[in-house]
């Protein structure tokens, strides 16, 4: 191992980002992964499981009092809600200091910890080892408002349809493609942890209504935007193209973009910017893939900046998925 990688472990690492996070990690030049922890596969070779991954790593199950033990440099906790406190209590009561990332929303509210949206927030960074990162529909409503939220008239309010893998790996109706087929799912229309993070964090209340449909991965937001005065289509368009343009991972198109065509890409897509006739409302729509923009790749934008490496380290930068043209 060269003097300069970093050993990094992951908590929780049985679902579908800690999947997408091991074949980045297996990808980067100043990372080695040091444990991956899932007690359902516990013993597991992780090559059995990720083929991008070449080594003799097995999945363990150690418990939070453990990890401190471990010698990570880096700690991902990928856990459900509630659950990443035990493990960074377990650090701070052994007095060990690793950068630690958390998945979860556990932290997203706690000012103490950087929230860690780096097309929004980068500028907002001071080298803290705590870094919370966004949650994938809230990254998605982020991106679509802020250009924009100096000039609302109301509450944004946004309906998001995502792939099922949104769902997680524990069974339910949401994640269940019989139950989906030719199916889609309202749920938590109220109150939705998203819902809470946007607003907390674009400091305005957001309205969102969430729905899972067949597709695997790969989630849509379209935002209704009302304005506090008219503007042009290409006075928004100009907005937006200023508030992202050297952005690797934020992409602005003249159309709607498609949410198969996000699927596996780490990229946002923003566009549509349908004007009402009266140009006091519009419509704006963002894709992005929930496993990788939503979680993986804007994880690794975090870690690759708090270790001193490039932002896109490790990260697979491709030209956009709609290039302002129509759909075909």
Partial sequence: ??????????????????????????????????????RELDGQRVDAHVAEYHGDLCYSAPAPEDLPKLGADVVILALPNGKAGACVDAFDAAGVDPLILDLSADFRFDERWYYGLPELTRELWRGERRISNPGCYATAMQLAIAPLKDLLAAPPVCFGVSGYSGAGTTPSDKNDPDKLRDNLIPYALTGHTHEKEASFRLGIPVEFMPHVAPHFRGLTVTSNLYLARPLQREEVLQRFRAAYDGEKLVHVSDEAPWVSRIAHRHQAEIGGFAMAADGRRVVIVATLDNLLKGAATQAMQNINRAIGVDEYTAIPIESPAVNDQQPT
């Fill in 1 to 38: 191992m060269d003097s300069s990688t970093k050993r990094i472990g992951i908590v929780g690492a049985r679902g579908h980002t800690g999947t997408e996070l091991i074949r980045m990690i297996a990808a980067h030049p100043a990372l080695e992964l040091a444990f991956v922890s899932s």
